[in-house]
């Protein structure tokens, strides 16, 4: 069942002096057949779904827990610092993400795979925490949340 994002965050959408949109769709073949055929998916490579909404901080520290750091040649988890850090080291993609959502462009969602360990959208959901910070806003970003069913 689809849940309608504006009664679920009616009051967020009333109250942000900004409003980023989000489209129904990844961006990415693999997962945008996920969503267009979700019982083959789930048949065939056992692999399921469920869209999310959440701040831009926590997608980041949910992604934290997939990624590792080598630090003197060893494997630590990586943090949400982590995280932020790779985010915001490349300022132009950041820059030209703001522009975009600023303008009101529907953006492709973010993924989270915890089936295959790997996401999609750490740019994206930082340059929504940078919108919120300087606008005061609260936008939630949203994910599409990958999970092995088997």
Do not use: W
């Amino acid at each position: 069942m689809t849940v309608n994002p504006f009664n679920r965050y009616k009051q967020q959408y009333l109250t942000n002096p900004v409003r980023i949109f989000f489209s129904d769709r990844v961006g990415m073949p693999f997962y945008d057949e996920m969503i267009a055929n979700p019982l083959y998916y789930k048949r065939t490579r056992g692999l399921t779904y469920k869209i999310e909404y959440m701040s831009p901080l926590e997608y980041l520290r949910r992604i934290a827990r997939i990624h590792t750091k080598r630090v003197y040649g060893m494997e630590l988890p990586a943090t949400l610092e982590d995280e932020i850090q790779v985010a915001k080291h490349n300022r132009e993609i950041i820059n030209q993400l703001k522009q975009l959502m600023l303008s009101g462009i529907p953006i492709d969602m973010l993924v989270l795979d915890y089936a295959r360990n790997t996401q999609e959208g750490r740019h994206r959901a930082y340059a929504v925490y940078e919108i919120n910070k300087e606008t005061g806003s609260n936008n939630q970003v949203k994910v599409m949340v990958v999970t092995s069913s088997g």
